[in-house]
């Protein structure tokens, strides 16, 4: 079963997918990945992709809060790499299932879509705070939350992206 959860790490690797190929072989002992990455690096079919990975996994144990063990247990956390790419999320963002928000937000600015808030049907505060902060004048660099102006009445609701798009304007 290691070796196939190895398999399809590697399988990740070579189309680009590092943070699911870290997150797949994250369970398994790294001497074990090690001697597989070993052992694929001499084939030139898998080189690259070994490779790939071999890096990956690295540069995971310089990021993670708490480092990769060589032998995980049930207790212990190994956080995955932040991805380079992740999808704007939709639908919710809650304490559910938070992961697609937390990469989005990990990732890199500059390559991810927009994050479209009046696509959400459902938002943690949490979730809310988080692009808000994020998004203040003050920051050099914002996440790419789509900016809407709220035009409705002064009485009414302030919907969620409102509050996300940066202060209040005057007037408006």
Known sequence: ????????ALALSRDGHLAEAVAAVAKLQMGFVQRRINHH???????EAALRLE?????????????????????SFVAPLP??????PEGAIDFDKPEPFLNWVAAAWDRIPHLFLERLKYMDV???????SL?????????????????GSARGPT??????????RPGG
């Open 159 to 168: 919907p969620p992206h409102a509050a996300v798009g940066g202060r209040p």
């Open 1 to 8: 079963m290691t070796k196939k959860i190895f398999l399809h």
């Open 126 to 132: 949490w979730a809310l705070v988080a692009p808000g």
């Open 55 to 75: 890096s990956a996994l690295q540069a995971a144990k310089q990021h993670c809060a708490v480092p990769i063990s060589p032998a995980p247990t049930a207790s």
């Open 83 to 88: 991805p380079d790419y992740a999808e704007a």
């Open 135 to 151: 998004r203040l004048e003050e920051r050099p660099r914002r996440p790419p939350v789509e900016q809407i102006l709220f035009s």
């Open 41 to 47: 690096k001499k084939q030139p079919d898998h080189r």
